[in-house]
């Protein structure tokens, strides 16, 4: 049997809408829509240091109020500690209100009726990101047994200890298993190393990090995911 597995942060779910709110309800600051984008984007660099949470050395608190904090300093703008907890606040606050990107609801019908395994691999602490997967709902197609989060596995992607623990729940076969995720170190260098095949969503249209480590395709947006299932039925089957 075929593997699909997901990330979920901005793969399965537009992570900017919920962003670019909270920034908008706490910063007096004006922004345009591509300054908003850019500061996200500059926020997730710092996911980098997630692997610090999990073995202990940074709390989740310090993490989100570095992240934002670290972010916000790129564009010349200083955050107090209290103002970035108001705002991790803000933000989590909008991530309770996320959906799915229609094409990737799609795409997971399709998946669900060809009988495709299907996992979530995300990295984060435990509670947050299960409030996420419940609230997009991805029980639907996904048993419970097959949510995978880095908090509680105590490893983060890229870690090749994640990988492993998934090979062998699922016993899934490597060179039949696909990993769509948007952070190119951590979902396309992780899924690569495991000798799986990947799938980066580049919607953010980063520039590709300079590795020997290419991903199988690049997609720049949930239709584009979509399509290529459609097109490619080798991907289903």
Known sequence: MQTVI??????????????????????????????????????????????KNCTGELSIVELQTYRITEACREFGITLSYQEAINFQDAYLAEQQKITL?????????????????????????????????KQLDLVRWIPEEHFFISGALGHAKPAQEVFTII????????????????FFEHDVVGAKQAGW?????????????????????????????????????????
């Open 167 to 182: 090979e062998n729940k699922l016993q899934i076969d490597r060179t039949n298993t696909i990993y769509i995720g948007d």
């Open 6 to 51: 997901f990330d979920v942060d901005d793969t399965l779910y537009d992570q900017t809408s919920p962003f670019k709110k909270a920034v908008q309800e706490q910063f007096t600051q004006s922004f345009t829509e591509k300054e908003l984008t850019d500061l996200y984007i500059a926020s997730r660099k710092h996911d980098l240091l997630f692997q």
């Open 197 to 237: 095949q990947s799938i980066w969503m580049n919607h953010r249209h980063r520039q590709v990090p300079t590795t020997s480590v290419k991903p199988d395709k690049v997609v720049y947006s949930a239709k584009e995911l979509l399509e290529i299932f459609q097109a490619d039925y080798s991907l289903v089957v």
């Open 101 to 133: 990107y229609e094409e990737v609801e799609e795409l997971l019908n399709i998946l669900y009726q060809q009988n495709i395994q299907l996992a979530v691999l995300t990295n984060g602490e435990k509670d947050h990101q299960s409030m996420k997967i």
